[in-house]
Nanobody
């Protein structure tokens, strides 16, 4: 069982930056792939970025366009999503998720555990 808690979301002006954190409970954090998704009102949840248990990262480049970076610190049981050059269309609830190694990382079916989400609002 893994429990996840996101933090770091807030209201920011367009062009600003935020760092989202995802703190995980449990002693097996290092064995999980960690993913970030987001969901805007009236839209489906969409993949943002993920980092595997080995430390390899993948991003939804159509969405990210080089602005976001995913990372992890296994010693702190924490995953991060650095958001730069934010735009109003990035406004959404951002969720982190944990999934076992060996599963795909770009769809929600790859993950077993989800956090409650953190709101990111970007004003124009």
């Amino acid at each position: 069982q893994v429990q996840l808690a996101e933090s770091g979301g807030e209201l920011v002006q367009a062009g600003g930056s935020l760092r989202l954190s995802c703190a995980a409970s449990g002693r097996t954090f290092s064995s999980y792939n960690m993913g970030w998704f987001r969901q805007a009102p009236g839209k489906e949840r969409e993949f943002v970025a993920a980092i595997t248990w080995r430390g390899s990262s993948i991003s939804n480049e159509d969405l990210v366009k080089g602005r976001f970076t995913v990372s992890r610190d296994n010693a702190k049981n924490t995953a991060y999503l650095q958001l730069n050059s934010l735009k109003p269309e990035d406004t959404a609830v951002y969720y982190c998720a944990a999934g076992p190694a060996g599963r795909g990382t770009t769809t929600t079916t790859g993950y077993d555990y989800w956090g409650q989400g953190t709101q990111v609002t970007v004003s124009s």
